[in-house]
């Protein structure tokens, strides 16, 4: 139906059908209000709704405490980066564990607003674990520690959260936000930009404990970045991404009526299971990460032969699979396989990828 294919897009990425289905049936007239949710005010009573209940039904999936604000900001990921540094560190120091691309990205941004360090990396083999954090050379004076839990672009998650000896734990979990169950209670931040397993871009879901939220900052902060400012207008300050905040609350409904976070995270296992199978047993394809840290959601893997790679990307390709070229830091290619990615998909692709190695082999 729709002439739809398989999409291995790391973000933006496949949705859900069902929930596209949903949105194209309410694109012109939203529940008898007469407009599109686009053409809607924000400070409108059936806006509000529609945020009231993206925000409930999330906190129902999550179960997040009450004593968390769950905050809807645009500038996707990025832009808390920034923000985490600029908001959150009253002594002026903070520790990071530099696994990939993007805990690179925010140490690098972080080190501009105080005594910012790297105390564990996996550099040394481009990213391709995450190192020993049971013991961490954490400074008393730090503010918090920072990780990103789920590494998009070469393909790691950590098999448990660091000791993080007695610290606030940020994670940047974009691209595993809602894959499966997670205890909010363990971290003092949680953020995602939700194009990678949530909806359309351009947005960040930041969760942040209550009194983590200081208004004692820098008064030069531009009054955009700070918490305290999303906290205390309900994440409408100014006119936030009202169609993102939509099509967020259509998927949270979706995974709450699929059986919520553990059935997810059992989906999400078997469907990974299929892939790191076949690349456990072929002859000419392997996976980039060592056992034990392979994340359920991107799996980057390559042939040995970057000529190679480029014949795999156009033959899958050709048949209907598309956006598997891996990041060019590892090169190769990569499927990411988020919630909406059915099994079938990722049986489709293996079916491929053997025809393939059956071919050339
Ligand atoms: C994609 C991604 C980002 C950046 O997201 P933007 O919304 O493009 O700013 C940050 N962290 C992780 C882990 C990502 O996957």
């Known amino acids: 139906m729709y002439d739809r294919i398989y999409n291995f897009s790391a973000g933006p990425a496949t949705m859900p059908v069902e929930v596209l289905e949903e949105i194209r049936d309410e694109l012109l007239n939203y529940r008898g209000s007469g407009m599109s949710v686009m053409e809607m005010s924000h400070r409108s009573k ?28 645009q500038g996707g990921a990025t832009l808390q980066f920034s923000m985490l540094p600029m908001n959150l560190m009253p002594h002026g120091a903070a520790e990071y564990i530099v696994t990939g691309g993007w805990s690179k990205k925010a140490f690098t941004e972080a080190k501009k607003f105080g005594d910012v360090r790297c ?24 503010d918090y520690l920072y990780i990103c839990e789920n590494e998009t672009i070469h393909g790691t998650t950590y098999p448990a959260l660091p000791n993080t000896k007695g610290k606030i734990l ?10 499966k169950p997670c205890n909010v209670a363990d971290y003092g931040v949680i953020y995602g930009g939700v194009q990678k397993n949530v909806g359309p871009a351009g947005m960040a879901i930041v969760i942040i404990r209550e009194d983590l939220i200081r208004s004692d900052l820098d008064p030069r902060t531009p009054v955009y970045l700070r918490y305290d400012t999303h906290a205390g207008a309900g994440s409408m300050y100014n006119t936030p991404n009202c169609w993102a905040i939509y099509v967020c609350g259509k998927v949270f409904q979706y995974l709450l009526n699929n059986g919520g976070l553990e059935a997810m995270h059992r989906r999400n296992q078997e469907k990974a299971q299929v892939l790191y199978d076949f690349l456990d ?4 394809f392997h996976g980039t990460v060592d056992k034990g840290f392979r ?7 390559v042939t040995g032969s970057k000529e190679l790679d480029g014949e795999v990307i156009a033959y899958t390709k050709a048949a209907g699979f598309d956006n598997l070229k891996g990041h060019k830091s590892v090169g190769g290619l990569r499927a990411s396989i988020y919630n909406a990615m059915p099994k079938a998909g990722v049986e489709a692709l293996v079916q491929c990828l053997k025809q393939f190695e059956q071919e050339r082999g």
């Open 46 to 73: 059936v806006f509000q709704e529609i945020y009231d209940q993206a925000e409930a039904n999330l906190r129902k999936l999550m179960a997040i405490p009450h004593n968390y604000k769950v905050l809807f900001i």
């Open 119 to 142: 105390i564990a990396t996996s550099e040394d083999r481009n990213y391709a674990y995450i190192p020993d954090c049971t013991d961490l050379p954490i400074r008393p004076e730090a």
């Open 170 to 179: 940020i994670s940047d979990q974009s691209s595993m936000f809602l894959s």
């Open 281 to 284: 047993n072929s002859a000419m």
């Open 295 to 301: 994340s359920l959601m991107n799996v980057p893997f």
